[in-house]
């Protein structure tokens, strides 16, 4: 099953089928590029390549025409111009293994679309990818924003941050991952984004938890709001600057994840809320919500660091069955009975004000997206 050739498209792979996978591709095709994506799972391949459907992950969705797939990664990485990676963050390891020697030689931009911290190593998926693939850091860029997929598939305007170390692989992936309903900005920090989209999943199952017991806007306003700070502060803490944290890889992904019911981490965090037990959530889910897996490295990243996390805390004693899931909203942010500041640790303001002016930057550069890749400065 050979994609077909189109000399006048750019060719791009995207490596997995999955539902963000299969609806980037489709952005990347709509963009004008020729796309083959690899599937794990021949008859996913199939049905993409000929019927131009993913029924399992985007039902109701119709794919382009300029979008094929393949079961066989040699076939998918064939001439690439530029890889996509949108695999579980826990399998990257063992598929990057398998993908170094057909990419050998090429120059390639390889960008992550995954968003989670590898468990045994703590690291991020880009640091996973140059060290699997051994390639030079400024040919790595991450994606991340508010970007449910089911919403993009059905093309409802959005936008993402395309980062990389090199400005040069930033901008020549944006251009590439745009179209009339998807707008890409840029920007050079790689720890910042990275992290954004890592860290927003853990608060949106604290979302879901008390959501799922039956909490009001109240809770989750509150939570969503101490949760910004907390994701600001771990990100500093590792290299990250805090305007990446107000920007759309931080609170645009926080507030898309955290509100609706197409995320995977706000549904398994309500199963939890319902009285379900982390392995009977696990059974019940589908997809992967990279959320859970995320909790313990992302504690041990910052108890290292010397950062408090109290809703992630307390994330992971519901999970571990060590806490009442009606007792995560009393406990909000600290057990501590003195009065606490609302500023973060690095000393930037963390209420309502800040949350109000990120809402309003974010909002400003989707009106602007129409014009040439800007830098994201939200």
Same mark, same amino acid.
């Given at each position: 099953?050979?994609?077909?050739?189109?000399?006048?498209?750019?060719?791009?792979?995207?490596?997995?089928?999955?539902?963000?996978?299969?609806?980037?591709?489709?952005?990347? &095709?709509?963009?004008?590029?020729?796309?083959?994506?690899?599937?794990?799972?021949?008859?996913?391949?199939?049905?993409?390549?000929?019927?131009?459907? +993913?029924?399992?992950?985007?039902?109701?969705?119709?794919?382009?025409?300029?979008?094929?797939?393949?079961?066989?990664?040699?076939?998918?990485?064939?001439?690439?111009?530029?890889?996509?990676?949108?695999?579980?963050?826990? &399998?990257?390891?063992?598929?990057?293994?398998?993908?170094?020697?057909?990419?050998?030689?090429?120059?390639?931009?390889?960008?992550?679309?995954?968003?989670?911290?590898?468990?045994?190593?703590?690291?991020?998926?880009?640091?996973?990818?140059?060290?699997?693939?051994?390639?030079?850091?400024?040919?790595?860029?991450?994606?991340?924003?508010?970007?449910?997929?089911?919403?993009?598939?059905?093309?409802?305007?959005?936008?993402?941050?395309?980062?990389?170390?090199?400005?040069?692989?930033?901008?020549?992936?944006?251009?590439?991952?745009?179209?009339?309903?998807?707008?890409?900005?840029?920007?050079?920090?790689?720890?910042?984004?990275?992290?954004?989209?890592?860290?927003?999943?853990?608060?949106?199952? &604290?979302?879901?938890?008390?959501?799922?017991?039956?909490?009001?806007? +109240?809770?989750?306003?509150?939570?969503?709001?101490?949760?910004?700070?907390?994701?600001?502060?771990?990100?500093?803490?590792?290299?990250?600057?805090?305007?990446?944290?107000?920007?759309?890889?931080?609170?645009?992904?926080?507030?898309?994840?955290?509100?609706?019911? #197409?995320?995977?981490?706000?549904?398994?965090?309500?199963?939890?809320?319902?009285?379900?037990?982390?392995?009977?959530?696990?059974?019940?889910?589908?997809?992967?919500?990279?959320?859970?897996?995320?909790?313990?490295?992302?504690?041990? #990243?910052?108890?290292?660091?010397?950062?408090?996390?109290?809703?992630?805390?307390?994330?992971?004693?519901?999970?571990?069955?060590?806490?009442?899931?009606?007792?995560?909203?009393?406990?909000?942010?600290?057990?501590?009975?003195?009065?606490?500041?609302?500023?973060?640790?690095?000393?930037?303001?963390?209420?309502?004000?800040?949350?109000?002016?990120?809402?309003?930057?974010?909002?400003?550069?989707?009106?602007?997206?129409?014009?040439?890749?800007?830098?994201?400065?939200?």
């Amino acid at each position: 099953m050979s994609p077909r050739r189109d000399a006048d498209r750019p060719r791009v792979a995207v490596i997995g089928a999955g539902s963000w996978g299969t609806t980037f591709g489709k952005v990347l &095709a709509d963009g004008g590029a020729h796309v083959t994506m690899w599937a794990r799972r021949p008859e996913t391949a199939l049905e993409i390549h000929e019927a131009k459907r +993913n029924s399992e992950y985007l039902p109701g969705v119709n794919l382009p025409r300029e979008m094929y797939a393949t079961h066989h990664l040699s076939e998918a990485l064939d001439g690439a111009d530029q890889v996509y990676i949108a695999i579980s963050s826990q &399998a990257a390891r063992q598929n990057l293994k398998a993908i170094r020697p057909l990419l050998a030689g090429s120059n390639a931009p390889v960008v992550s679309l995954m968003k989670g911290v590898e468990k045994a190593s703590g690291l991020r998926m880009s640091q996973v990818i140059e060290q699997e693939l051994a390639c030079d850091p400024d040919r790595i860029a991450v994606a991340s924003g508010p970007n449910l997929a089911l919403e993009i598939a059905r093309e409802q305007p959005t936008a993402a941050v395309i980062s990389s170390t090199s400005q040069e692989t930033a901008d020549a992936v944006a251009r590439r991952a745009r179209n009339k309903y998807f707008r890409t900005f840029v920007n050079t920090d790689v720890i910042g984004t990275e992290f954004g989209g890592v860290l927003k999943n853990l608060i949106a199952v &604290a979302i879901g938890i008390v959501d799922g017991v039956g909490y009001g806007e +109240n809770t989750k306003a509150s939570i969503i709001t101490r949760g910004l700070v907390e994701m600001t502060d771990f990100a500093v803490a590792q290299g990250a600057q805090p305007e990446t944290l107000q920007g759309l890889a931080g609170l645009g992904d926080l507030i898309a994840t955290c509100q609706s019911p #197409l995320s995977r981490n706000n549904t398994a965090g309500r199963l939890l809320g319902q009285g379900y037990s982390f392995q009977d959530v696990v059974k019940q889910m589908n997809q992967t919500a990279e959320g859970l897996a995320s909790v313990a490295p992302v504690l041990q #990243l910052a108890r290292a660091a010397g950062v408090q996390m109290p809703i992630v805390e307390q994330v992971k004693r519901v999970l571990d069955g060590t806490m009442d899931p009606r007792e995560i909203a009393p406990h909000l942010t600290t057990d501590d009975d003195d009065p606490q500041g609302e500023r973060t640790q690095h000393g930037s303001a963390g209420g309502g004000g800040a949350l109000r002016r990120s809402l309003q930057r974010a909002l400003d550069q989707f009106r602007h997206g129409g014009r040439s890749a800007p830098r994201d400065r939200s």
